[in-house]
């Protein structure tokens, strides 16, 4: 008497069974869940690049496109000295830029904050 499933079928569906209500299977190893992320950048300097970055503008003798330091990303400090490394350049040298903009950072990461929530 047959019963409509091979020997050999039957063996299968039931090791099959046997091992999915067996113990729990691992995870297979992959990529670590927990994101990694780069570390900030030095405030000092993303703000010298952003000085020196601005202060090319004007000093390049392009046309002025009237951004204001909200536009250019800058805090009211960096604008500020935006202004005085601009007006330093155009008097010594344009040289002076990238030396100028790191000072002013050191000093503005230095000093206290001006923002009006006191951070």
């Known amino acids: 008497m047959t019963t409509g499933i091979p020997a050999q079928a039957a ?7 046997l091992v ?5 299977v691992a995870p297979a190893a992959g990529p670590d869940p927990t994101p ?3 570390p900030p950048p030095d405030p000092v300097a993303a703000c010298a690049s952003q000085l020196e970055h601005w202060a090319g503008e004007p000093l390049s003798g392009g046309p002025d496109r ?3 330091y909200q536009h250019m990303g800058l805090t009211s400090g960096q604008a500020d000295a935006l202004e005085r490394i601009v ?3 155009r008097a010594e040298d344009p ?5 100028a ?3 002013a950072c050191v000093a503005l990461a230095a000093g206290p904050s001006t923002a009006p929530w006191g951070t």
Request: proline share 7%.
């Open 66 to 68: 009237g951004y204001d």
């Open 20 to 24: 999915a209500c067996g113990a729990p």
């Open 101 to 103: 903009a790191r000072e």
């Open 95 to 99: 040289s002076i830029v990238r030396a």
């Open 11 to 17: 063996a299968v569906i039931l090791l099959v069974g």
């Open 87 to 89: 007006e330093q350049a």
């Open 36 to 38: 990694r992320l780069p």
